[in-house]
């Protein structure tokens, strides 16, 4: 599984960081690092619920 | 301005049709007054019974007409935007008669990313953990003092004004022994009339423009010093830009992270088994702040279309005022599983207390950890508490919701 990030649409509210600050990483400035997030299996389950909490819908997890 | 309908009623712009307009009004509903015991947030809640955009004539502080948008998603559309719509309102300026934007809330893109991305590693969640500190101190002293005084406090003038207060003045490197002078100020600019307002604007301009002068000579560690010594694009800020975020800063933490410290212990004071089960599960306390973040956010964003747009449905034209209240979103079934529960265990709580778009809150990592703290240590040191016998709290909608007059028990 593989989750994108759209720093575009990223506002910095870090509720992904909150829930798993070891998958999502933020830049000084407090916003997700663009690119895609390789996700290990047994964190995908957090990782999805990390996507869900995005109040901008920056995350999509694009491979399952 | 725009002519008037005579079938519409008084101040309803000629290119909205009379099915789009609405009866709601976030000043002058019923529950949007000052309310003994009141409950605006549900009022709003049940905006969702009727459709996602309406325009409500005389629903902002100064008696304009705007267009209410209640969806999540049609706020997402909205507040993404800034290039439909803008951002510039001069609500600090128009009140001296001039004409500037605070920085970075009432600029656009391009230009509002520039000076946002120099603040934001300042309120950055990593760099907001030093405070902490801080924060704790204050919020133990604060009770303790309650504590040693008796059993009952006026919770937003004896806690959550001066802790919320008191914390940002720090940042600001601001000393704090004029603090209640300042939540009046603050309170005449946001809740009076124009006069009050053109007061109050005044009063906070000359004491930060001789913050900003003090802070040239006397360089210290604080946020005043790190805008005179700032440099935007290879120059330092000039004297206008300096001031213009200051405002910013010194408004945005003087009023809203207490009314939300008040309007949680109102909810809880009301409601006991709540209490208890953050008292039996002191781990919820982040997602519990969160999820009455949810329930009882204060602010209501709103925009001026730049250009004519349609959104559900409804015919925005340039020039229209476009209000997103982020009380109506976070209560979105569409968005939250049963809104209008309080459920402190709450998952995909993406809610909207601090906006969505690119001037999503400045301030907002610094407002969680005050709020979490300040209930951990309450409920550290203060038993099971109620509004006092005999006393009625007053909630208000408008600009910014809120609680007054919250007297809280413990004997």
């Known amino acids: 599984m593989i989750v994108k990030a759209d720093r575009d649409k990223c506002a910095g509210h870090a509720r992904c960081w909150v829930l798993a600050p070891n998958l999502f990483e933020l830049d000084d400035e407090g916003y997700i690092l663009p690119g895609d997030i390789p996700i290990p299996p047994e964190q995908e389950q957090l990782a999805g619920r990390a996507v869900r909490a995005c109040p901008e819908r920056a995350l999509q997890i694009v491979k399952d | ?411």
């Open chain 2, 1 to 411: 301005m725009a002519s008037q309908s005579p079938n519409k009623g008084p101040n309803v712009p000629a290119h909205v049709p009379p099915e789009c307009v609405g009866s709601f009004n976030l000043y002058k509903s019923p529950e949007m007054r000052p309310t003994p015991f009141g409950d605006p947030f549900a009022a709003v809640g049940k905006l969702h019974e009727g459709p996602s955009v309406f325009y409500s004539p005389e629903t902002t502080r100064d008696g304009q007409g705007a267009w209410i948008v209640t969806s999540a998603e049609d706020q997402r559309t909205v507040l993404q935007d800034g290039t439909t719509f803008s951002s510039y309102r001069r609500i600090f300026s128009s009140a001296i008669g001039e004409d500037w934007p605070v920085i970075p809330l009432e600029l656009d893109p391009p230009e509002h990313g520039k000076y946002r991305s120099m603040l934001n590693p300042l309120m950055s969640p990593k760099r907001i953990a030093a405070l902490e500190p801080f924060v704790t101190a204050k919020a133990v002293e604060l009770i303790e003092g309650l504590k040693a005084r008796g059993t009952s406090a006026e919770i937003m003038t004896e806690f959550a004004f001066p802790l919320a207060v008191s914390v940002f003045l720090a940042f600001l490197g601001i000393p704090d022994d004029r603090l209640m002078e300042f939540v009046g100020w603050a309170n005449e600019l946001l809740h009076m009339g124009p006069a009050e307002r053109t007061a109050a604007a005044h009063k906070i301009l000359g004491f930060l423009d001789g913050m900003i002068a003090k802070r040239k000579t006397e360089p210290g560690e604080d946020f005043m010093t790190f805008l005179v010594q700032a440099e935007l694009e290879g120059r330092p800020l000039n004297d206008q830009e300096i001031r213009s975020i200051a405002v910013l800063l010194f408004i945005g933490g003087l009023d809203t992270v207490a009314t939300a410290i008040g309007l949680d212990l109102y909810y809880l004071a009301r409601n006991p088994d709540r209490q208890q089960e953050l008292r039996d599960n002191p781990d919820i306390m982040p997602s519990a702040v969160e999820e009455m973040l949810r329930a009882f956010p204060s602010v209501t964003p709103i925009r001026t279309a730049t250009r004519d747009v349609e959104l559900s449905g409804c015919p925005i034209r340039k020039g229209d005022l476009v209000s997103c209240p982020s009380m109506a979103s976070s209560r979105d079934p569409a968005e939250f599983p049963d809104p209008e529960t309080v459920d402190f265990n709450r998952e995909d709580n993406r809610h909207t207390a601090f906006a969505y778009g690119p001037h999503r809150c400045l301030g907002s990592h610094l407002a969680r950890r005050e709020l979490i703290i300040a209930l951990q240590e309450w409920f550290a040191r203060i038993p099971p508490f109620r509004i006092k016998d005999g006393t009625a709290p007053i909630t208000y909608g408008g600009f910014v919701f809120g609680v007054e007059n919250l007297v809280l028990d413990w004997s």
